[in-house]
T-cell receptor
Framework: AAGVIQSPRHLIKEKRETATLKCYPI?????VYWYQQGPGQDPQFLIS???????DKGSIPDRFSAQQFSDYHSELNMSSLELGDSALYFC??????????FGPGTRLLVL | AQKITQTQPGMFVQEKEAVTLDCTYD???????LFWYKQPSSGEMIFLIY??????QNATEGRYSLNFQKARKSANLVISASQLGDSAMYFC????????????FGSGTKLNVKP
């Protein structure tokens, strides 16, 4: 079965640079979620989209923005990167069932 | 207040034995869902099992079962016949109907299966 696809899988950036993370949900899933997981921490909810509209917002910094496109893929744009942004970024998608299915994550390292 | 509490930062279990990972939750909603995810050292988050608040039977998926005690607000994960590949971080999560698109995660339990 198709899973959630995230790209890139690994990303190294320098402070103050920008990064764009992409997420391709499972086919026919209309809801996308973004999470940030720091080392040794639980995933922190950033933002979610339903049918291309933002549906909920968590602890997403103002330097970050995201959107969901007409094909339901989503992008997380991160600007003015800081060292503390180094983390594993997950995208998850959900369809008609209750369950969120996670992608493999993007490991971002900010130097 | 913490929505999800996992009080066991780490646990050891002998291979082939059963283990219970604790999870308590806090909500005033009548309708909610409870989930368990497994995160191996490779980092991916793998869905294991789901329990709805109105489900009368405890959820089971293969070697995983969820011991749901609604009055105590607990949703413990039971892994039977532990395998070495079960060594991972385990997260309990909840979704409330009023915050339909937000998941709350616990801090996780690191399970080590000993040969």
């Amino acid at each position: 079965a198709a899973g959630v696809i995230q790209s890139p899988r690994h990303l190294i950036k320098e402070k103050r640079e920008t990064a764009t993370l992409k997420c391709y949900p499972i086919p026919r899933h209309d809801t996308v979620y973004w999470y940030q997981q720091g080392p040794g921490q639980d995933p922190q909810f950033l933002i979610s989209f339903y049918e291309k509209m933002q549906s909920d917002k968590g602890s997403i910094p103002d330097r970050f923005s995201a959107q969901q496109f007409s094909d339901y893929h989503s992008e997380l744009n991160m600007s003015s990167l800081e060292l503390g942004d180094s983390a594993l970024y997950f995208c998850a998608s959900r369809g008609r069932s209750e369950t969120q299915y996670f992608g493999p994550g993007t490991r971002l390292l900010v130097l | 207040a913490q929505k999800i509490t996992q009080t066991q930062p780490g646990m050891f279990v002998q291979e082939k034995e059963a283990v219970t990972l604790d999870c308590t939750y806090d909500t005033s909603d009548q309708s909610y869902g409870l989930f368990w995810y497994k995160q191996p050292s490779s980092g991916e988050m793998i869905f294991l099992i789901y329990q709805g608040s109105y489900d009368e039977q405890n959820a089971t998926e293969g070697r995983y079962s969820l011991n749901f005690q609604k009055a105590r607000k607990s949703a413990n994960l039971v892994i039977s016949a532990s395998q070495l590949g079960d060594s991972a971080m385990y997260f309990c999560a909840m979704r409330e109907v009023r915050n339909f698109n937000k998941f709350y995660f616990g801090s996780g339990t690191k399970l080590n299966v000993k040969p």
